[in-house]
């Protein structure tokens, strides 16, 4: 009788412990994305978790901005329409950070500032010097630039002068690949050129660490994630539609393409689409374990 009722006090002791503590699942990382074993983690109590916007987080896909000169209209972003989403991302307290600050966060539980977005350009098109660096610079934001090794200097994009400058004002430099072709659909010889040794020659050529890539076309497999993961990437990135989180894998996420056709409507539309009903990624602003695998 004593026995049980030693027992019956340490389940009540256990009970009124962890009874109001919210347990989440936090999947374990693999080089690319999750494994299928999940493990629990004690969170702080529900009542006073955090769930501040750093669970999901935009991520702004940009290509050009200026006016057409390819059959792809939809990727070039007028001049006018830009500076006013720029200027409604000031005036709603968004906080710009590097694609490397978003992986620091989700990794090792760096902190964030408050409404944190990233926005990105592929390509390395001019305009983005021309057009789109004087008003970010005036309103004090920054981007990351994912430019393509081969491209740069050519006509209509980017030279070495121009992407020093916008990285001395603070902009990050990523990956586009050596070729911008199809990474899917090319021999695996032929990968670690592609993503890993025109990577590495652009480390020595501009003096940065580069730590970020986008898929051409959005176009990766196995094979692709497999060679990035060896190239040492801590994030890569999409054109899947959404939000980004990380239970989407770090090397697999989510951007939010903006569009000529958007202009400030569709702008905003697609940064308040955000679906408060679904359920929370993670409790954020903790310590919550996650292993790297890399």
Not at 200 to 208: I, T
Not at 233 to 246: K, L, N, P, Q, R
Request: charged content about 25%; aromatic content about 10%; glycine content about 6%.
């Amino acid at each position: 009788m004593k026995a049980f009722s030693r027992i019956m006090l340490l389940v009540l002791v256990m009970t009124l412990v962890f009874g109001s503590v919210r347990v989440a699942h936090a999947r374990i990382y693999h080089p690319y994305g999750f494994d299928t074993h999940y493990r629990q983690i004690y969170c702080q109590p529900a009542e006073e978790a955090d769930f501040t916007e750093h669970c999901r987080v935009p991520i702004l896909m940009y290509h050009e901005i200026g006016e057409p000169f390819t059959e792809h209209t939809e990727l070039f972003v007028d001049p006018d329409n830009f500076e006013r989403q720029m200027e409604y991302l000031v005036e709603h307290d968004y906080n710009t950070v590097s694609m490397a600050e978003l992986a620091a966060h989700w990794l090792e539980s760096e902190p964030l500032p408050s409404n944190p977005i990233v926005i990105t350009f592929d390509d390395g098109f001019l305009g983005n010097y021309t057009k789109a660096f004087p008003v970010m610079k005036k309103l004090e934001l920054t981007a990351t630039i994912y430019v393509v090794e081969e491209l740069i200097g050519s006509e209509r994009y980017l030279n070495d002068s121009m992407l020093s400058e916008m990285l001395e004002a603070g902009f990050e430099l990523g990956h586009h690949t050596k070729t911008h072709r199809e990474l899917s659909n090319i021999p695996v010889n032929e990968l670690e050129a592609e993503v890993k040794c025109s990577r590495d020659r652009l480390e020595d050529r501009f003096d940065v660490c580069i730590d970020t890539i986008a898929y051409p076309y959005g176009s990766y497999n196995e094979a692709v994630l497999e060679a990035v993961s060896g190239a040492d990437y801590a994030t890569g990135v999409t054109i899947e539609e959404g939000f980004a989180s990380e239970e989407q894998g770090m090397l697999t996420l989510n951007r939010i393409a903006v569009l000529r056709s958007d202009g400030l409507e569709g702008f905003s539309e697609k940064l308040e689409s955000r679906n408060d009903n679904e359920v929370k990624v993670n409790y954020c602003g903790q310590k919550r374990g996650l292993v790297p695998g890399r």
